[in-house]
């Protein structure tokens, strides 16, 4: 089985819905984390004077999973759906190859479905 790392990073108000939209998507594993960040709005961050967050990360959401490849745009398009706000920063998504996946310490070999 050919997997996918998949690796959106959203800002943390749509983060839910985001996990929400994927709750019946077809996911082997998901890892959810806290993260900060900017992207291209990094040169808007003084719009928050001196604020906490002038001159410094943003708040965001790793949401990182891993799929089968023949699911990736079904899983590609409810992330896209969910965290489309049509501001910028809604985020980044990262597709990567998972060179090979394992079960946890108690199985021996590679996952096999």
Known sequence: MALKEVIAIVKPFVAERVLESLRHAPLEACAVREV???GRQKNYLDEYGESEFSNAFLPKVEIQLWIEDARLEEVLACITEAARTGRMGDGKILVLPAA?????????GPASG
Do not use: C, L, V, Y
């Open 36 to 38: 900060k960040g900017f």
């Open 100 to 108: 090979e996946a394992w079960r946890g310490p108690t199985e021996s």
